[in-house]
C-alpha cells in the first residue's frame, strides 16, 4: 500500500461528462481519492451519497473529491443520477489507477475480480499522500480522519 509521505502516482480517469480528469488538472489543490467497489452496492452508495452530502464540508476544506471504480463512466453517470451524487465520479475501467494505488482486489469474491477495494487517499497541493486507508470492504473510509487531515493541509 501507498504511505504517508509518499508522491502520488498519477491517475488518469473518465468522469460521468466523458471527460478525462488527470492529477495535473487538480496542481495547487487537495485532492481526495475515494476507490469503491462497484456502483449500486449498498455500502458503496453510502460512501458516495455521504460524500456527496460533505461536498461543501469538503470545498471549506480547499479540498476536491473524486469517486473511482472499475464501472464504466455510464454506469456511473446513471448511479450518480439515481443517488443524486454532486461528487465528481470517474471510471477506472481499464484498472490502471487502481493499480497504481495499489487498490484492486484480485482475489476471487463470489466469481467477480478486479474491482475496486474500498479505500481512501489525501493528496495534498504538492502532490503527496497524506492519508491513506484501505478498509476491510463493508467499512466506509474515516471520514473524520480525513478532514481533520485537510484541515493541516
Known amino acids: 500500500m501507498l504511505s504517508v509521505g509518499a508522491k502520488a502516482p498519477e491517475f488518469n480517469l473518465i468522469t460521468t461528462d466523458l471527460k478525462t480528469v488527470t492529477n495535473a488538472e487538480y496542481a495547487g489543490k487537495n485532492v481526495v481519492l475515494l476507490f469503491f467497489p462497484l456502483a449500486f452496492t449498498s455500502v458503496c452508495t453510502q460512501e458516495m451519497c455521504v460524500a456527496s452530502d460533505d461536498q461543501s464540508v469538503y470545498g471549506d476544506l480547499d479540498a ?24 465528481t465520479m470517474a471510471s ?23 474491482f475496486a477495494k474500498r479505500s481512501a487517499f489525501v493528496i495534498d497541493k504538492e502532490g503527496v499522500i497524506q492519508y491513506a486507508e484501505i478498509t476491510d470492504g463493508k467499512s466506509l473510509p474515516d471520514f473524520d480522519k480525513i478532514k481533520e487531515v485537510l484541515k493541516s493541509c
Request: charged fraction near 30%; proline fraction near 2%; glycine fraction near 4%.
Open 64 to 87: 476536491e473529491v473524486i469517486g473511482i471504480s472499475v464501472d464504466s463512466p455510464f454506469v456511473l453517470q446513471k448511479f450518480a443520477a439515481e443517488n443524486d451524487i454532486k461528487t
Open 92 to 114: 477506472d475501467f481499464n484498472r490502471t489507477t487502481c493499480k497504481a494505488y495499489d487498490t484492486l482486489f484480485e482475489d476471487d469474491f463470489m466469481g467477480l475480480t478486479a
